[in-house]
């Protein structure tokens, strides 16, 4: 799109006379035969230069160009006084002061105007330009802070996916190792006390064998949230796989509070499901076998193996003495 040039005179000869030298000036040239009608077009257009009439009947060229600075649009489009009174200093400052850039006397010489166009409008070209790259540099800026952000969000869900279960969302084998790792280091420094549970569903097999995998799967997600809904934020409960579920109990001073919760995690384990699978309604019933180790000061670089080995123990023992119940290691 060619750059705009607005003319504005009163005389419409004067008019001609600048539509013929600026004929091959590149731009598109606009004319307004008084103040009032170059506002208005100003409104309208976009320009490039402004060559502004000093004298004109209704409203003066000093007029326009103080009122074209008023307006936050339109305050930096430069203005070029044409006059007869170049020679009066009196007239030259007030021209600069109400907004001017500079002055062509009349009689215009043809040279001096396409010049003094030619670098406005290779002024407004460059800017253009400029302002167009930095468009497309916010724009890639943009793009590149939108890519960076969907990247760490996939980075993020990536980290998430390999440290948790998939189907119950809880923490997985490798993240519980980390965070057993932890609290056996974090009772060493603070000398603080913790308990590591094993779980074992009863009957998990027989509902998969009667309903199907889909589910046993609705299943182990409702027990994962029943778990959830039983342990302080500060707690861990990971899902080990199958249905082999750990809980590291943090803050287990006495064995025998721990000892409780498992009898309590029993209870509400225990209770009916009612599961949805395809749009279908089924109850089933479950119990849980628990074994609970309370961690005691152990400086071998195995503790975290002995613990689990002793959790693991107490579990099977309370599937041998009859299943749904909680064991707490001797």
Do not use: W
């Not at 996916?161 to 998939?166: G, R, T, V």
């Amino acid at each position: 799109m060619l750059p705009k040039i607005l003319v504005v005179d009163d005389t419409a000869a004067n008019l001609v006379a600048m539509r013929r030298l600026l004929a091959h000036s590149g731009a598109q040239i606009l004319e307004a035969r008084s103040g009032n009608e170059a506002l208005a077009l100003c409104l309208d257009h976009q320009f490039a230069l402004i060559l502004l009439d000093v004298n004109m009947p209704d409203m003066d060229g000093f007029e326009v160009a103080a009122l074209l600075g008023e307006t936050e649009q339109l305050r930096d489009t430069p203005i070029i006084f044409v006059t007869a009174a170049y020679a009066d200093d009196m007239n030259r400052l007030k021209g600069y002061r109400s907004g001017a850039v500079d002055y062509i006397a009349k009689p215009i010489n043809d040279v001096i105007l396409q010049s003094k166009v030619r670098v406005f409008l290779e002024l407004y070209t460059a800017r253009a330009e400029l302002q167009h790259a930095m468009a497309e540099l916010a724009e890639r800026n943009r793009q590149l802070t939108e890519e960076v952000a969907e990247r760490e969000l996939i980075e993020t869900m990536v980290r998430h996916q390999a440290s948790h279960d998939l189907l119950t969302g809880l923490p997985n084998r490798m993240l519980f190792q980390d965070r057993l790792h932890v609290a056996i280091q974090r009772a060493h420094r603070h000398h603080q006390r913790f308990a590591l549970a094993f779980i074992d569903i009863d009957g998990f097999k027989g509902v998969n064998d009667e309903h199907g995998h889909a589910a046993g799967d609705v299943l182990l997600q409702e027990i994962a949230a029943r778990l959830s809904a039983q342990l302080r934020g500060n707690d861990t409960v990971a899902r080990l796989g199958g249905d082999e579920f750990a809980l590291i109990l943090e803050d287990m001073s006495d064995p025998q509070q721990a000892l409780q919760l498992g009898e309590k995690l029993c209870s509400v384990l225990g209770e009916p499901y009612m599961l949805r699978v395809d749009g279908c309604s089924i109850e089933v019933r479950i119990g849980a076998s628990i074994g609970i180790a309370p961690f005691v000061t152990d400086d071998r670089p195995d503790a975290d193996e002995q613990l689990v080995q002793t959790a693991d123990r107490a579990m099977y023992a309370a599937k041998r003495s009859g299943k749904n119940r909680c064991v707490l290691a001797g």
